[in-house]
C-alpha cells in the first residue's frame, strides 16, 4: 500500500504540472474609443477580466493583461485615433511577429477581435488599414459592438473588410431603451464558437476554459478527454494483470478528473487532488465517496459538474 500511496503521490505531483501547463490562448482586442471592448471581454470570459486583470505595456500602444486562474492574456491594442497611427501599426506588426518567432506556442498571439461601433455606421481607414494588417498573421474577426439595428451595416463591413474570417454583430450587456423595453445580449455564443474554431489546436482547451459564454465548448473538451481516458483504461483491461488493474487505472481516472476540471475553468487546489487520491487508494473512484471526502472542503459544486460531464 505504501508503494501504492508513493505512486499516486507522484502522479499528483505530474497532473499539477499538467494543468500549470494546460497552454494559454492570447487575443488581441483592438478598437477605437468607446467601441465597447472592455464590456466585451468581461461579458465573454470569466473573472472581470478587462476591469481587475493586471496589464503591462507591450508596446507603447498595445497592453498586455492578464488575471490570475484564467489561461488568458488580452492585448488590447489602442491608438486607433493619434496622429502616430502608422508607427503604432508597425510597432503592432514588430509584436506579433516577435511572439510568432517563439518556440512556446502559448507566447503566440493567436487570433484578433476587432471592435466596430454599429452606433458609427462607417469604417475607418485606420480601421481596414488594421485589419489587413493583422490578418497577414493571424485570424482576425471583425466584431460589430453594441449592435441593434443592422440595416445593411454589416453587409458593408464584409465588403470593406474581405480579409476578415467572419464578420458577428454582438450586444454584450443587455440595453434598457427609453419606452422601458430591454434589448438582451445578441450572438456571443456565435463569437465565441467561431473564435473556437479558428484558434490553433493546442488553444482551444485554454479558450473553451477561460470562455463563460457557452458551457457546450466545455463538454465537448471535457468528452474528448473521457474518450481519451478510456481508450487508455481499455488498453489496460486487455492485459489484465492480476491484482494491478487499480494500481494502473487509478492514475487514469484522477488525470481524467483533473483534466476536466482544468477545461471547465474550475479551481485546481491540493484538497481537491487530496480527495481524488486519498479515496482513490481504496482502487476506484465513486461518485459517493467523492462527494463525502469533498464535502468539506467545499469540492461539491465543482465534483457534482464533472458528474454532470460524465453523464452526458
Known sequence: MDDFASVLNDQLKQLKEAVRNRGRVNLLVAGKTGVGKSTLINAVF?????????????????????????????????????DRFLESLEELEELICGLAQSEDPNEHIH?????????????????????????????????????????????EVQRLLPRASNVIRVRAIPELQDDGHVLGPVNLPD??????????????????????????????????????????????????IPFADAYLIVPIQISMLASITATFGLRMDTAFFTTLVSRASSGSISKRALSKAAAGAADLPRLALIFRVLAQ
Open 191 to 240: 463569437l465565441v464558437e467561431w473564435t473556437m474554431q479558428v484558434i490553433p489546436d493546442g488553444q482551444k482547451n485554454a479558450f473553451a476554459a477561460a470562455q463563460r459564454v457557452t458551457l457546450r465548448l466545455k463538454k465537448e473538451r471535457a468528452h474528448l478527454i473521457v474518450a481519451s481516458a478510456t481508450s487508455a483504461a481499455a488498453g489496460i483491461g486487455a492485459f489484465p
Open 111 to 155: 487570433c484578433a477581435w476587432l471592435c466596430i461601433s454599429e452606433d458609427g455606421r462607417r469604417i475607418e481607414d485606420a480601421e481596414i488599414k488594421l485589419l489587413n494588417l493583422l490578418a497577414k498573421h493571424i485570424p482576425v474577426v471583425a466584431v460589430i459592438t453594441k449592435s441593434r439595428a443592422d440595416n445593411g451595416f454589416r453587409s
Open 46 to 82: 470569466q473573472g472581470n477580466f478587462a476591469s481587475t486583470g493586471q496589464g503591462r505595456p507591450a508596446t507603447r500602444n498595445t497592453r498586455r493583461i492578464k488575471k490570475k486562474g484564467v489561461p488568458l492574456y488580452i492585448f488590447d491594442t489602442r491608438g486607433l485615433e493619434l
